[in-house]
């Protein structure tokens, strides 16, 4: 194995004694106890966790009724699996305590499976109520932690005594959970995970979870723009053998929150789009190809019951029908074959030691060396991440860092902060380790019996081919003759194929059901509730039968199939006039995604006026770069010496602002859109106007406490996003006359910074 090590003496010292402190400690108790688990979770026997919509006014007993509803609706076939994620009204402990036992209640009669849900750092619920719920309701299968956030790092005894007290009482929440054999499931988004496993003064707490490990399953919380190295490191957790499993929470809140409103489109608020159906598709083929056992959604609405549901009708219930029927997700043995290399986080005492780590491992907050050199294609990286580009180097576990030899011996190589500079070294060292399994510009990863491609582009629409040379060969020529409710389904005989399932669709419905697997025969009859029914029938075999796949994949689309069992690629299909049919090509049935109209304005200009937007959009890319390489002067060429904003703030406004960004914030990044032109002022004054989404975001190293870290900015900060910028010609260049909202406006930039008393209305930056 190739270790790759660079660790501060001093900071590894102070790491080392606290373990042994720790360990020193444990070591004179013997280790508890604890009953089994009340639910079975693996990759076999995944949960599927749902969250109930937040209660209303009114009791207990009144929210279990719509609970009992929404239970009873849900798939038989998906409700195997399933818990209901359910929390009291409100924040105050007491009312809570009370409203929940007569919630439970009403829940323990219906025998619905459920998980308690807490906001410990919110609302600490009294560790006597809580196993009090545990002790009466069997039916309360684990507890749900969420709210908490890991990015504090003590200055002083008395942020480490409140630290410490929150570690106490998470501590006490995993404990009791434990004794009476409930999980705890506990979702992070951001970098928290990453954060947790470097953290010094969180590592004696995350060494004291130990004897709990066989009860927690930590989720990557997919609502940032830190998906991968969230991801990454909930894995790492896992094959770390710190946790018994680990999960992926997706919502369709993360395609608004990083930015995106429509295909190919920007924007935010009232402007972000509705997400693409084959996206939350994604989301989950990502944990599923990776070993995840757990499955959250933290959006009620998107579900069977919710105002959103064409979200639950054609991504996430096929896909979780899909995944359970065919039993796609690997083993811990089968991960770690893929995964080949590991990085293992330096222990971070401040904000600063952690970046670090973030100089590999994150492309928003710092340069992500490591992750560049993952994601690298022919097209350079911008934007959010929430695929990888490349399967040949698959996913790379982060490792906490007190992992320990044995942990670190099962990976060829281990990576740490320090020990290669750049991405080209990156990629370098990771070519020694390719696992390709297929070829073409598509995802392709095989992990036990699952192979996976994904379409990698977050908000492009480009064909990505793929070709994977052996893969099972589909069963064809399938017959189907019908009398009255009967059909009849034969099929040839072929050496090779062991046992076949039989699935069938009914018009219009796109999606295959199961109805019947191990079939040892190759013949099936069917009865059909209505024979007037247009019915579909697809066969797929167990086999040995191997042939080429190849094709393409296009926006929000990803495949799922088995290297063993062959996929589906013909039907059979009989209407209530044709009784005798053979089966042909299965045509596609994703559903297309039609991208957001381009720039307004723009209809019916000559050529002249076409050269001039093309100028424009070369001054913004100037402008990107600028404020990226917080190049203040470079910037500053974009104003015209006479700019002036609504508010009357003029040329040196704009410098002093920006001087103030580059000096408090860095990880400055800048995204924008051409959203309309207005010609209107070109002839008479040679002004031309645009509407720009803009997005200029930065990140300060800590808060002015310097315990908070990553504290970020963006601006504009209205609700939309866009600025409506006027462009004139000075020098032979174009350059800003005016901009409304103003951009920058100081009072966006101060406001991050303003405490929760200060009176500091957002809003124009006007003396009041």
Known sequence: MLHLRFLSLTVF???????????????????????????????????????????????????????????????????????????????????????????????????????????????????????????????????????????????????????????????????????????????????????LGANTASAPFLESLRPYAGYLFPAAHVTDRHVLPNMMATLGLWLED?????????????????GFAGLGKLGRGPAAGFM?????????????MTGASVYAFDAPQDLWFGAAHHYWDEAIFPTLDELLTRNLIPGKDSVKREAR????????????????????????????????????????????????????????PILTGAATEGVLSQFEAVLEPGTVNDTPGFQALL?????????????????????????????????????????????????ARR????????????????????????????????????????RFVDVLENPDQTVAYAVTALTDAKEVMEGAVRYGESLMMSANESR?????????????????????????????????????????????????????????????????????????????????????????????????YGATKMDYQVLDWDFTALATEQRIRTRLYLNLRGYGVSDATGAVADVPVYIPRNESGEVWAAWIQRDGVWRLETTNPAMPNFRDLLSFSAGPHDNFPLGPDLHE
């Open 13 to 195: 010292s102070v790491f080392l004694c606290s373990f042994l402190g720790l360990a020193g400690s444990a070591s004179a108790q013997d280790v508890p106890v604890f009953p089994e688990l009340a639910v079975e979770i693996d990759g076999e026997h995944p949960l599927l966790l749902f969250p109930c919509p937040i209660p209303e006014q009114g009791g207990g007993a009144g929210h279990a009724e719509k609970v009992v509803a929404i239970w009873q609706s849900c798939p038989a076939n998906v409700r195997d699996y399933a818990c209901l994620s359910v929390g009291g009204p409100g924040r105050d402990a007491t009312v809570q305590a009370l409203w929940l036992q007569e919630l439970f209640g009403v829940l323990q009669l219906a025998e619905i499976p459920t998980v308690l849900r807490l906001y410990p750092a919110e609302s600490p619920m009294d560790p006597a109520q809580l196993e009090a719920l545990l002790r009466s309701f069997t039916f309360i299968r684990g507890v749900e932690l969420r709210g908490l956030r890991f990015n504090t790092y003590p200055t002083n005894r008395f942020g480490q005594m409140a630290l410490e007290a929150q570690h106490q009482e998470l501590r006490s929440i995993v404990e009791t959970a434990a004794r009476y054999g409930r999980f705890v499931y506990w979702p992070m988004a951001e970098l928290d995970w990453v954060r």
């Open 242 to 258: 710190r946790v018994a499993g680990w999960g992926v929470e997706a919502g369709s809140a993360w395609y608004g929150n990083v």
């Open 276 to 288: 693409p159906n084959g996206l939350y598709r994604s989301m989950i083929l990502n944990g599923a």
């Open 341 to 396: 290399v590991a990085y293992q986080v330096r222990a971070s005492a401040t904000p600063q030691d952690f970046h670090l780590n973030l100089r590999d491992l994150d492309l928003e907050l710092d340069q992500g060396n490591l992750l560049r050199a993952l994601l690298t294609t022919n097209r350079p990286v911008r934007g959010p991440e929430l695929m990888l580009n490349r399967s040949d180097w698959f996913w790379t």
């Open 431 to 479: 070519e020694q380790y390719r696992l390709p399994t297929g070829q073409g510009t598509a995802f392709i990863a095989t992990v036990g019996t699952g192979v996976f491609i994904q379409h990698t582009l977050e908000n492009e629409d480009e064909a990505q081919s793929y070709r994977i040379d052996a893969m099972p060969a589909p069963v064809r020529q399938i017959g």
């Open 483 to 522: 009398e009255g409710n009967n059909v009849e389904l034969t099929w040839p005989f072929r050496d090779g194929d062991v046992a076949w399932k039989l699935y069938k669709r009914v018009l219009p419905s796109t999606r295959f059901a199961l109805v019947a697997q191990n079939s040892d025969e190759r």
């Open 568 to 664: 589906i690629a013909e039907e059979v299909l009989l209407t209530p006039v044709l009784s005798v049919a053979v089966s042909a090509p299965l045509s596609s049935l994703a559903m297309p995604v039609a991208p957001a109209p381009g720039p307004g304005g723009l209809e019916g200009i000559t050529d002249d006026v076409l050269k001039l937007t093309e100028a424009i959009a070369e001054r913004l890319r100037f402008m990107q770069s600028a404020f990226e390489q917080e190049d203040l002067n470079g910037l500053m060429d974009l104003y015209a010496t006479e700019y002036a904003d609504p508010q009357g703030w003029q040329f040196q406004y704009v410098r002093r602002a920006f001087q103030w960004y580059f000096e408090r």
